[in-house]
């Protein structure tokens, strides 16, 4: 199974500033994902990581405000930006591993706090 | 993606089976049955998935309906450290589609 890491672990942030959490897993990987799970609710899938190309956002998201980099297939990027006491979550990268049973990984999660 | 349904929430005693149910009746021949779990602050963990036949691996059991619209997870001696959120999705595999987490059921065992 892959093995996945997330910095920052967590972060209290002011509103109208940004944070850049970072993804790195150790084997490559097709496919990275980001999602959001706000206090008490389920994840919610905010985009689809494409190396080399631009990010696939689900409705409701915009690169905007939250921009996306994929520069290999171990490591991405999610930047929040301009921040709001709403953006206030944990943000968890995803990954699928090349192979027939299409099991997905979970990072431990970065929990964002928007002060 | 075929959507599922859940209870909310369950109890389970510790020690005893935990049996949680999902609905996925608009389930397509080529969609798989997934479950993944949440423990609380930590990220979801795949458990289990499967077909059509019943499956298991050293965490749980699958058991799928012969009409394939439900399905149930099967924890045999559940522990403490089982208390979290369990989530039925249904996907195509092989594919590299996204996962879609619905509210999922909330097991507490309890002692």
């Known amino acids: 199974s892959a093995v996945i890491s997330q910095k920052p672990s967590r972060d209290i942030c002011q509103r109208g500033t940004s944070l850049t959490i970072q993804c790195q897993v150790d084997s490559q990987v097709t496919m990275m994902f980001w999602y959001r799970q706000q206090p008490g609710q389920s994840l919610t899938l905010i985009a689809t990581?494409?190396?080399?190309?631009?990010?696939?956002?689900e409705s409701g998201f915009v690169i905007d405000k939250f921009p996306i980099s994929r520069p290999n297939l171990t490591f991405s990027t999610l930047t929040v930006s301009n921040m709001s006491p709403e953006d206030s979550s944990i943000y968890l990268c995803?990954?699928?591993?090349?192979?027939?049973?299409?099991?997905?990984?979970f990072g431990p999660g970065t929990r964002l706090t928007v002060t | 993606d075929a959507k599922t349904t859940q209870p909310t929430s369950m109890d389970c005693a510790e020690g005893r089976a935990a049996n949680l149910p999902c609905n996925h009746s608009?389930?397509?021949?080529?969609?798989?049955v997934y479950w993944y779990r949440q423990i609380h602050s930590q990220g979801p963990q795949y458990i289990i998935h499967?077909?059509?036949n019943n499956e298991t691996n050293e965490m749980a059991s699958l058991i799928i309906t012969e009409d394939r619209k439900s399905s149930t997870l099967i924890l045999p001696h559940a522990t403490l450290r089982d208390t979290a959120v369990y989530y039925c999705?249904?996907?195509?595999?092989?594919?590299?589609?996204?996962?879609?987490f619905g509210p999922g059921t909330s097991l507490s065992v309890i002692p």
């Open positions: 608009t389930i397509s021949g080529n969609e798989y």
């Open positions: 499967g077909l059509k």
């Open positions: 990581a494409n190396q080399g190309s631009e990010a696939t956002y």
């Open positions: 999705i249904v996907r195509v595999v092989p594919s590299y589609d996204k996962v879609i």
């Open positions: 995803s990954v699928a591993e090349q192979g027939s049973s299409s099991e997905q990984y």
